[in-house]
T-cell receptor, first 113, second 112 residues
Framework: DAGVIQSPRHEVTEMGQEVTLRCKPI?????LFWYRQTMMRGLELLIY????????DSGMPEDRFSAKMPNASFSTLKIQPSEPRDSAVYFC???????????FGPGTRLTVT | DQQVKQNSPSLSVQEGRISILNCDYT??????FLWYKKYPAEGPTFLIS?????DKNEDGRFTVFLNKSAKHLSLHIVPSQPGDSAVYFC???????????FGKGTSLLVTP
């Protein structure tokens, strides 16, 4: 099992540019989560999906952030336009059963200059 | 508003001794608690969990204790090993929802 796969691992972009982060969950997992980690706020849940449907997006900071899950094996988190304060590590995680432990990907380190 | 708090940013312990990591929470609706371990440049990995119907759960060298009245949980590692050096996150969720609320983490250093 390859685990949760995220790409790219590192992204450096200029303010105002569009950024797309990608995630492939573990096969068979029904839940997919996007988190953001910063020094100030720690690990925050941005949004999660169940069976490809967004369930709770209350953690998405602004309209500049959007997430999609077009199928069970792929999800994207898009930031448009990006700002320096979006610099953080973004994690994707998946789980099989609600309440079960979540499996995290290695994260994408985003730097917006 | 941080509902899960890990008040010690760092902890240093000698190899072979006990490591105790603490976590406090404010939301009385939380009924499921987890500990994750994170190495640099990797995602968090699940370590151990406990449901609110229990006050202790043990898995090898790792034991989690839950004190519901104090809204406090702790992770004990005995004996500590250098490979345990990592950041440990406490997380909690409520029955009515699923969002995992994480603490900011405690960096554990186990010295030989």
């Amino acid at each position: 099992d390859a685990g949760v796969i995220q790409s790219p691992r590192h992204e450096v972009t200029e303010m105002g540019q569009e950024v797309t982060l990608r995630c492939k969950p573990i096969s068979g997992h029904d839940y997919l989560f996007w988190y953001r980690q910063t020094m100030m706020r720690g690990l925050e849940l941005l949004i999660y999906f169940n069976n490809n449907v967004p369930i709770d997006d209350s953690g998405m900071p602004e309209d500049r952030f959007s997430a999609k899950m077009p199928n069970a094996s792929f999800s994207t988190l898009k930031i448009q336009p990006s700002e320096p304060r979006d610099s953080a590590v973004y994690f994707c995680a998946s789980s099989h059963i609600r309440g079960d432990e979540q499996y995290f990907g290695p994260g994408t380190r985003l730097t917006v200059t | 508003d941080q509902q899960v708090k890990q008040n010690s940013p760092s902890l240093s312990v000698q190899e072979g001794r006990i490591s105790i990591l603490n976590c406090d929470y404010t939301n009385s609706m939380f009924d499921y608690f987890l500990w994750y371990k994170k190495y640099p440049a990797e995602g968090p990995t699940f370590l151990i969990s406990i449901s609110s119907i229990k006050d202790k759960n043990e898995d090898g060298r790792f034991t989690v204790f839950l004190n519901k009245s104090a809204k406090h949980l702790s992770l004990h590692i005995v004996p500590s090993q250098p490979g345990d050096s990592a950041v440990y996150f406490c997380a909690a969720s409520a029955h009515s929802g699923y969002a995992l609320n994480f603490g900011k983490g405690t960096s554990l250093l186990v010295t030989p």
